[in-house]
């Protein structure tokens, strides 16, 4: 696959990232979606393991504690959700990876980066942070999406480590979708067994959609970082809360001022940047 397709890769995992989302913000019951999705991607792990390579075993820890990671990005998503604004919390939230990201690959790779891409990353991180900056969100929401922020970090970096050890994107992903939807269905089992049972025939088609949107979106991002510089692509990757915000002014009503608008550019700013010296 040439460069250029992996970048376009990344662009739609940006895409897809905000789009379930904003389906998981707007459900009544964010839990029981959270666990559908999940258990979209259970299904979905264990169609494609059959014809994909199993993952090398030196992955095998990384795969284990990426799958940890995300669930505390789960609880943390979640309870995000519940305390504030999409167009609030989702920026936050994903505008904390990025230099994180840079760090951990700086420590765990050895990645080395020009400044231009230091430059451009910045100017996305900047440009996310500007759209929480003075937006009444309570402390509580804030300190939540930070959280949520310092988990996508986690697992992007893990995940980024692992799948290159494992040799096989499908594998890797498979593996790790039927843990974490194991893991997902079984606490939804054992918490609301009846409910979710429900919730399942209601909902099954928004949790598909959002589900199969998840999934396909982290392959899309898995897909790209067996060959591209983590730092880089998670930054683009960050362009979503362009999408996420937008979803949430235009489709859920919340506030959307000028100042996101002017922060936005910013994050194109640093995309062009990131597209000219990569």
Known sequence: MSTNALWGLVLFSAVAHAA????????????????????????????????????????????????????????????????????????????????????????????????AHFAAIALISIGITMLSIGSGASRAALGFACATGLSVAGYSLVGGVGVRMAGTVVGFQACLEIVTGSAMAAYGLATRREYLFAFVRKHGALGLLA????????????????????????????????????????????????????????????????????
């Open 20 to 115: 379930w989302n904003s389906l998981v913000k707007s459900a009544g019951d964010r839990v029981a979606t959270m666990v559908t999705i999940r258990m979209v991607g259970l299904g979905l792990g264990l169609m494609a393991l059959p014809f994909a390579a199993w993952p090398d075993e030196e992955s095998w820890k990384w795969l284990a504690l990426t799958a940890f990671i995300q669930f505390g990005y789960y609880a943390f998503l979640v309870r995000s959700y519940g305390l504030g604004d999409m167009s609030v919390v989702y920026p936050l939230a994903r505008g904390t990876a990025p230099l994180l990201t840079t760090v951990g690959a700086f420590i765990a790779l050895d990645e080395r980066l020009s400044i």
């Open 211 to 278: 589900g199969s949107l998840s999934v396909l979106g982290y392959l899309a991002f898995l897909a790209a970082a067996q060959r591209l510089p983590l730092g880089p692509i998670v930054a683009l990757r960050e362009t979503s809360v362009i999408f996420g915000t937008l979803i949430g002014a235009f489709v859920l009503h919340e506030a959307f001022a000028l100042r996101r608008i002017m922060a936005s550019t910013l994050v194109l700013a640093g995309v062009a940047g990131l597209a000219l010296v990569r």
